[in-house]
């Protein structure tokens, strides 16, 4: 069964930091380019950042440039995302997704998708 965790969210003053994680099972991980989306109240889907299987590839939305890090330990099957320097803006549910194989590089839309998880909440305070 293919299934997508995510955690590391919580409450975080502006400035602040947090890593969030995704751990994957049920499909070839380490072969998977694997992306962050966010949903902020009242908004919709975002696409963040995409890392390609080997790592070797990875790309964010200008909104995050330079302060969010995108990585995976393949190992472990799991996902992170380092977010630095937090503002108010960034304060979403935050998910993460399996490209579907066949899809162009760092798809933005959901449908591009094979694999989802729940989300986690972030939420940065001013």
């Known amino acids: 069964q293919v299934q997508l965790v995510e955690s590391g969210g919580g409450l975080v003053q502006t400035g602040g930091s947090l890593r969030l994680s995704c751990t994957a099972s049920?499909?070839?991980?380490?072969?998977?380019?694997m992306s962050w989306f966010r949903q902020a109240p009242g908004k919709g889907l975002e696409w963040v950042s995409t890392i390609s299987g080997s790592s070797v590839s990875a790309d964010y939305s200008d909104s995050v440039k330079g302060r969010f890090t995108i990585s995976r330990d393949n190992a472990k099957k799991t996902l992170y995302l380092q977010m630095n320097s937090l503002k108010a803006d960034d304060t979403a549910v935050y998910y993460c997704g399996g490209v579907r194989r066949g899809s162009m590089w760092a798809p933005e839309t959901r449908a591009d998708y094979d694999s989802w998880g729940q989300g986690t909440q972030v939420t940065v305070s001013s």
């Open positions: 049920g499909f070839g991980f380490r072969t998977t380019a």
